[in-house]
């Protein structure tokens, strides 16, 4: 089954406390985004990764950081995570270009950070 | 600032009747849109699709119709079902589906 995988699912945690949300994609994608749902304001876009070793800054990346050193991970890190970054996270993979090929998401991550 | 605007935030429509969800873009270079449904806990699902090369795209109970002179696009669903009771996410982008632009979305709810 076609899968992008997020964990954790929830994390509560405080401010300055390094923290990774792992994403993994079965599909072979070369294309993988983070982005950020808040109230109000939609998905915005975060990092993005054309393929290993290949990434570039979405619309918000400030206090983000990402590595992609294997095609299927693509994790998010926020070295010193802050109350403005308490948000619903999703990472979505795909191979854009082609149409009929959607971006595929998980399910999210909630993070609270205090 | 905001290149895709969803400006209902919630629609609601009896069981059977015809769904019409609504989204403007400002930026012409964007070439394909697409529709995400979204059900609480759960991350977006891809529901339907067209590039800007049509005006029209078909998927069963849903069709999209891209009006690109008003940049302008709607979602059709007939008839809608309890089901369908989500939020409905507009997103373009150009090169034909990177880095996508999403709406802040539209809450349906259909009721029996």
């Known amino acids: 089954e076609a899968q992008v995988t997020q964990n954790p699912r929830y994390l509560i945690t405080v401010t300055g406390k390094k923290l990774t949300v792992t994403c993994s994609q079965n599909m072979n994608h070369e294309y993988m985004s983070w982005y950020r749902q808040d109230p109000g304001l939609g998905l915005r876009q975060i990092y993005y990764?054309?393929?290993?070793?290949?990434?570039d800054k979405g619309d918000v990346p400030e206090g983000y950081k990402v590595s992609r050193k294997e095609k299927r991970n693509f994790p998010l890190i926020l070295e010193s995570p802050s109350p403005n970054q308490t948000s619903l996270y999703f990472c979505a993979s795909g191979e854009p270009g082609q149409v009929n090929q959607p971006q595929h998401f998980g399910d999210g991550t909630r993070l609270s950070i205090l | 600032d905001q290149q895709v605007k969803q400006n209902s935030p919630s629609l609601s429509v009896q069981e059977g009747r015809i769904s019409i969800l609504n989204c403007d873009y400002t930026n012409s270079m964007f070439d394909y849109f697409l529709w995400y449904k979204k059900y609480p806990a759960e991350g977006p699902t891809f529901l339907i699709s067209?590039?800007?090369?049509?005006d029209k795209n078909e998927d069963g109970r849903f069709t999209v119709f891209l009006n690109k002179s008003a940049k302008h696009l709607s979602l059709h669903i007939v008839p809608s079902q309890p089901g369908d009771s989500a939020v409905y996410f507009c997103a373009a982008s150009r090169n034909s589906g990177y880095a996508l632009n999403f709406g802040k979305g539209t809450s349906l709810l259909v009721t029996p």
């Open positions: 067209i590039s800007s090369i049509k």
């Open positions: 990764s054309m393929n290993v070793e290949v990434t």
